[in-house]
Each structure stands twice: as C-alpha cells, then as structure tokens.
C-alpha cells in the first residue's frame, strides 16, 4: 500500500500537481498512524488477555485452596460436634450418684477414644493462593468487587477460628497439665483396664473419684459449652462455599 502511494506521489509530482500530492501525503499518514493504533490496541488487546488468564490462574489456586479448606471444616466441626456431645455425656456420670459399668462403656467406646475432650486440635487454613494473589500485584484488578468482599470475608472468619480455638486448647492444656501433674490420667486409664477386666464396685467408684476432678471435669464443661466455634465453622463453610462459587461463575472450568 504505501509502494502503491509513493508511485502515485512521484507521477503527481513530475506532473506539477502540488495540490493532490499533499492529499495523498496526508492520507498516507493517515493509513500509517491508523496500522499504528491498530497494532497498538491488538497489542493491549493481547496483553489483557494475558493478564486474565494469569489472574484467573490464581483465582483457580484460592478456590482450590477454599474447597480443601470446607472438608478440613467440617471434619473439625463435626468432631467438635461429637466431642461436646461426648462432653455432655461424661458429665452427666459425673452427676449421677454412682457409676454405671454399662453406662461407663457406653462412653469410653462411643467417646473417650475418638472424641476425647483433652485432644488438642486446631483448623489450618491454606492460604498459599490467596498470598500468591497478593504478592503477584493482580490484587487490585478485583478490588472492590464482589469476590475481593467474599475472599476477605472469609478469610476474617478463619482467623476468627484461629482466636477462638487458641483459647479453647490453652484452657484445655492447662487443664491437662493440672491432671497430669496430679497422675489423673494415669489413674484413670489403669483403672478403666481394671474395669474392662473386671468392674467391681471399688473400680467403678475409683473411676467416678477420678472424673470428678476439678480440672478433669472442668476441660469437659468447656467443651460441652462449645457454642460460638461451632457457630464460627458453619459461618466460615457458608463464606467458603460463597466464594468458590462465585470464582466458578468468574472463571469457567476450561479457562
């Protein structure tokens, strides 16, 4: 094309005409800054479509991360779940005027060694996509959006969990340390073999003395009062569940 105007240019100019050289000349600008935008808009064009699929990549890594995160939830709450039921349970032996040897096995295989008060057991989000995001500088292409609420929402609540948890397993460790120091635990386990082997009146009575404890029946009152966590987890799996589907609106499988 402009071989094509440049030979128009010379048989104009050997032809004297002045006047229509100077409209070709223009309009041969105009095709070249016309080829320059257009180039220019296809480059950006590209390169926003390269930052996309880059900010969908993490997108895709915080809702892998968030779906990994609703199963860890709900394995821990519904351990607490069955802990605080497990809790209740024990307190109520505790409570009643003497200790049943059914009763007593009822607890120990539906509770004591799989929901046991005094397990030390905390939620650790991953965080890894949400900390790439913020580290790679594509955080602010989803700022005051929707999803920049949800994932922040979310993360909130997680680290509300986090408090909360640290103060429930520091109450219990210390309730622990008080039983272990006083040989509670040890007690307790030897004499609920006794009771497996033979559940005398003396052994049943022992193991009621030993789950009176101050500290014993203190860490099973606390889990049993287990409230505003079990609160906390169901509102972060809601918050999770939010966010994950609205990274799948945002962000098809096949992108």
């Known amino acids: 094309m402009i ?16 006047s229509k050289y100077f409209k070709y000349a223009i309009g041969e ?6 080829g320059i935008l257009i180039a220019l808009q296809i480059n950006n064009w590209n390169e926003s479509k390269k930052e996309q699929a880059q900010l969908n990549g993490y997108l895709k890594n915080i ?3 968030i779906k990994s995160d609703i199963k860890n939830l709900t394995m821990i709450k519904n351990f607490r779940d069955s802990s605080r039921l497990g809790s209740k349970e024990f307190l109520k032996l505790t409570e009643s005027p003497q200790l049943i040897a059914e009763d007593l096995h009822y607890f120990t295989s539906t509770y004591l060694f799989k929901y046991n008060s005094l397990f030390d057991v905390y939620f650790k989000s991953d965080k890894s996509g949400f900390e790439a995001l913020k580290n790679s500088g594509y955080l602010n292409k989803i700022q005051e ?7 922040y929402n979310y993360y909130n ?28 635990v040890l007690q307790y386990i030897n004499v609920l073999k006794a009771i497996n082997k033979q ?4 052994h049943l009575k022992k193991a009621h003395e030993l789950m009176n ?6 860490a099973n009152f606390r889990v049993s009062r287990l409230k505003k966590i079990m609160s906390s987890y169901e509102n972060a799996i809601d918050a999770a569940s939010e966010t994950v589907d609205l990274i799948a609106e945002m962000v098809p499988e096949n992108h």
């Open 63 to 65: 809702s892998k991360n």
């Open 157 to 184: 609540i997680v680290a509300e969990i986090g408090e909360e948890e640290k103060s429930l397993n520091n109450f219990i460790e210390e309730m622990e340390y008080d039983m272990f120091k006083s040989g509670i």
């Open 145 to 151: 959006t929707e999803l920049e609420t949800k994932i």
């Open 199 to 202: 559940p005398t009146e003396a």
């Open 29 to 34: 600008i105009i095709l070249v800054v016309i």
């Open 3 to 18: 071989k094509f105007f440049r030979k128009i240019r010379l048989n104009l100019l050997s032809k004297g005409n002045t």
């Open 213 to 218: 404890f101050p500290a014993f029946k203190g």
